[in-house]
């Protein structure tokens, strides 16, 4: 007799019964190949500091910084993602620390690439962490300027990509800026560089804690509203990534994750394009602030929250718990 494809004969519980064949079963897999790691960047030597409003979070002085990223080259995460926190006295209305060929992102990008650790450098581009006011971009009269920010962002691409970066990561949200960071780094000889384009990017609560590792939300003045994506929207991410791939994005990144899984399924299933996902530090600090009050089991809710990534399509995700995870897939994969 036929099987009639319902219960009894079908027992979806068989696949589920023994960690054997749940593993033969599972769809989607979680690898320290899945993980770009964020890290931040101080001046000086020999230091580390916490980011108070992300537990286990630190900024690191470059020589700390490689040690750091050589921690997660050993386990096997293929590229790091640079954040610097620069002293005040460095910021100004115009972010012109932001196009210094020796500044903090640039000097430490060198430094890891001269560690030769076999990984990708990422670099974020963007005015904020280097203007006094904490936008990504000029500010006149109370507006964001487009296409002069431009200019300044395909100067600060140049010298990103002399100091070795290997993918720049756009994050300014202007329009027009992929394809002309493309034809800048083309024309200074960086053809190679790939561009990584933050191209739905929600204007975000979620950023909170990451401004205060930056040291950009205390300064920042209004919101980010007038050129972050409203969180109310999908089909606009489309256009987004239709506009940024057709300008040379070699790949495009969804931000926040965990509450715009959506967009990165759609973003994925439309285009079929490489797709990171950035799981930003307000999500960080919510798991971690369940754990610490016993309320979520550590372990378990930093890997089902990536898993849910894979699941909905991401290529790689940016986490801070990159380094945690690496060791905790480790740890599940050696009997
Ligand atoms: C800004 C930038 C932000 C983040 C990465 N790049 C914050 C912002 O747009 O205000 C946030 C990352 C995070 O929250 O982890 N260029």
Redesign the pocket.
């Known amino acids: 007799m036929n099987p009639t494809g319902q219960y009894p004969e079908t027992r979806m519980r068989r696949l589920r019964a023994a960690p054997w064949s749940r593993r033969l079963v599972a769809e989607s897999r979680l690898g320290p190949q899945d993980l770009v790691y964020?890290m931040f960047v101080i001046d000086g030597e020999g230091t580390s500091e916490d980011v108070p409003s992300m537990p286990g979070v630190q900024r690191h002085t470059i020589d700390r910084l490689v040690d750091a990223a050589r921690q997660a080259a050993d386990l096997g995460i293929p590229m790091v993602a640079i954040?610097p926190k620069i002293d005040q006295s460095l910021k100004n209305a115009e972010g012109s620390e932001a196009v210094n060929p020796d500044n903090l992102v640039c000097r430490a990008t060198a430094a890891l690439k001269d560690a030769d650790l076999g990984m990708g450098v990422m670099c974020?581009l963007?005015l904020?962490p280097f203007t006094d006011h904490g936008h990504?971009g000029l500010l006149k009269g109370g507006v964001i300027l487009n296409d002069e920010t431009i200019e300044v962002l395909c100067a600060q691409a140049v010298v990103q990509a002399k100091a070795g970066c290997d993918v720049i990561a756009p994050?300014?949200m202007m329009d027009g800026r992929i394809g002309a960071v493309r034809a800048a780094l083309d024309g200074a000889g960086f053809q190679d560089v790939i561009l990584a384009a933050y191209t739905a990017?929600y204007a975000s609560a979620?950023?909170g804690?990451?401004?205060d590792a930056v040291g950009?939300g205390t300064v920042l003045a209004g919101d980010?509203k007038t050129y972050?994506m409203d969180p109310a929207n999908g089909d606009e991410a489309l256009r987004e990534v239709a506009l940024d791939l057709a300008e040379g994005a070699d790949m495009v990144l969804v931000?926040p994750g965990m509450p715009y899984l959506d967009i990165v399924h759609r973003v994925k299933a439309a285009f079929g394009a490489p797709t990171l996902a950035?799981q930003?530090?307000?999500e960080?600090s919510m798991i971690l602030a369940a754990v610490e009050r016993g309320w979520m089991e550590r372990d378990r809710a930093i890997l089902e929250s990536l898993l849910g990534f894979k699941r909905a399509g991401a290529d790689a995700i940016l986490t801070?718990f990159a380094l945690e995870a690496a060791r905790l897939l480790q740890d599940a994969s050696t009997p």
Do not use: E, I, L, T
Request: net charge neutral.
């Open positions: 964020p954040f974020d963007a904020d990504d994050s300014d990017k979620f950023y804690p990451f401004r950009s980010k972050q931000k950035y930003v530090s307000g960080y801070y």
